[in-house]
């Protein structure tokens, strides 16, 4: 195991910090956990990182704060982020009809089946589209996705899919994984030099990559979450990419939430919107428990953020603008308790603000 990392500032362990590890520690024991890293940011404190676990059972390296792990659908904030700078920049619109940047070889009638999906919708999961792609590979539940969806797949896609529902929030890995690709045709760039240009070189995040890094040591190897003894693979995508494949650190991960933070806080003080508000426009997402932005949920709690899983891999991001706190969870075995341990801690959190 690895002991925490306390800022320098610190005289000793504050107490708040004392109850977030006996948490992690509890969880890590009872699920069995390869690895987790777990980073925070409390008021103006430098930040902290709690670390537990290995890169590989086999090796028993110790992860770190700078151990990169597979964010899973965390990378739809990216998406949301380049998408809002594009909006921010003129290139886009909100209400802009995506099929204004369909390629020219897809049929009327396919883009006409698309009528009234704007970028908007799109953002919002809106825009009635099927949860994942339906061409190309089909895997088992469990096990990693490791085909490369091509454009020639999309556009198969878009020609083959059938819209259903009313306008309702349907949330779409689909959906995020069509809208880096419109946005590569709106800029005629990468998705993965948009992801460098507006997001990784800006905020310095230098561990952070649009797929898996291939031969890097401080890669984490992800298992099974139903046999945590079993090695398994980060997801490969191609198109679906954007949905899903970013790898990151909390490291990194505190250096955008720490800009992130500055930017809510900054709302109503006169300064022009920062790409990084994803929840300017929101709309409801599951009834009583919150709304859903550009990538982002804000829920009702106060709290904003997002969630992954690709059955290996797991991630959680949340921070809390009002009271200047926020934490990311990575890990290299997912399930249902990473929901709970960030419950958990936004509410130590929480309860060491208002002492």
């Given amino acids: 195991m690895v002991a925490c990392s306390i800022p320098s500032a610190f005289s000793q362990q504050p107490p708040y910090l004392t109850k977030i590890e006996a948490i992690i520690d509890s969880i890590a024991e009872a699920e069995d956990l390869p690895a987790l890293s777990v980073g925070i940011i409390f008021h103006e404190e430098e930040p ?22 597979q964010i ?62 339906r061409v190309g590979y089909k895997r088992r539940d469990g096990d990693p996705y490791l085909y490369k969806y091509t454009e020639e797949d999309m556009l198969q896609e878009l020609t083959q899919l059938k819209r259903k529902g009313k306008g309702e929030f349907r949330y779409s890995n689909f959906g995020y994984s069509l809208l880096g690709y419109l946005l590569e045709q709106v800029t005629g760039q990468p998705y993965e030099v948009l992801l460098q240009t507006y997001v990784f070189a800006p905020f310095g995040m230098q561990e952070t990559t649009y797929t ?44 955008l939430m720490k800009a992130q933070i500055h930017a809510y806080r900054q709302l109503g003080k006169g300064e022009n919107v920062s790409k990084l508000v994803l929840t300017e426009h929101t ?73």
Wanted: hydrophobic share 35%; with cysteine; net charge neutral.
């Fill in 48 to 69: 902290i990182y709690i670390n537990r676990g290995y890169f590989d059972r086999s090796e028993k390296k110790e992860v770190n704060e700078h151990s990169r792990y």
């Fill in 72 to 133: 899973a659908s965390l990378s739809k904030m990216f998406a949301g982020i380049v998408a809002h700078q594009l909006v921010i920049d003129g290139k886009i619109s909100l209400s802009q009809p995506i099929t204004d940047f369909f390629p020219v070889s897809l049929s009327d009638k396919t883009k006409k089946k698309f009528e009234g999906v704007t970028f908007q919708k799109l953002l919002h999961h809106r825009a009635d589209l099927p949860r994942n792609a």
């Fill in 212 to 255: 898996l890094p291939t031969g890097n040591p401080e890669l984490v190897t992800p298992y099974r979450k139903d046999d945590r003894e079993v090695k398994t693979e980060g997801w490969y995508m191609g198109k679906l990419s954007p949905a899903t494949t970013i790898c990151s650190s909390s490291h990194d991960l505190l250096k």
């Fill in 283 to 355: 709309e409801e997402a599951w009834t009583g428990i919150g709304e859903y932005g550009f990538g982002l949920f804000k829920w009702t709690s106060g709290d904003f953020g997002h969630g992954g899983d690709v059955d290996g891999f797991a991630s959680d991001y949340s921070f809390h603008p009002a009271e200047n706190f926020g934490v990311t969870i990575l890990t290299s075995s997912g399930g249902k308790w990473v929901s709970n341990l960030i419950i958990s801690t936004n509410d130590i959190l929480r309860e060491a603000h208002a002492q």
